[in-house]
């Protein structure tokens, strides 16, 4: 699947993760969608925070702040529900918590997540 039809797919599928996140009873605090490469580099390249291979670069990927009673939830663990359950939902769905990063959400591109 092409760059352009991914990215729709992403946007189409992630109003559905948000509501999930609240069914689970979390409210959420946006993170990072989108870094642009002006500040983060290109694509394969190593600029500012972050994977160079990052798919935020790529508008394939957020990371969702859960906030639980109050408190931001900061463990994997904490985020296993609802990115077990994120990775159901296509084939390219990847959660972050498989690779130490529980608070990101993203679709498969080019082999990265």
């Not at 600029?47 to 670069?57: E, L, P």
């Not at 959660?95 to 608070?103: E, I, L, V």
């Amino acid at each position: 699947m092409k760059l352009g039809k991914k990215q729709e797919l992403f946007m189409r599928l992630l109003p559905r993760l948000i509501d999930k996140a609240h069914s689970l009873g979390f409210e959420i605090r946006g993170g990072d969608l989108y870094r642009d490469p002006s500040l983060h580099g290109e694509f394969g390249k190593k600029v500012g925070y972050g994977s160079k291979n990052s798919n935020h670069k790529l508008k394939l990927a957020v990371d969702l702040n859960l906030m639980k009673n109050g408190r931001l939830v900061t463990s994997t663990k904490g985020h296993e529900e609802l990115g077990e359950w994120w990775e159901q939902q296509h084939e390219l769905c990847r959660w972050g918590g498989r690779f130490k990063d529980g608070n990101h959400y993203s679709l498969e591109h080019w082999g990265t997540a």
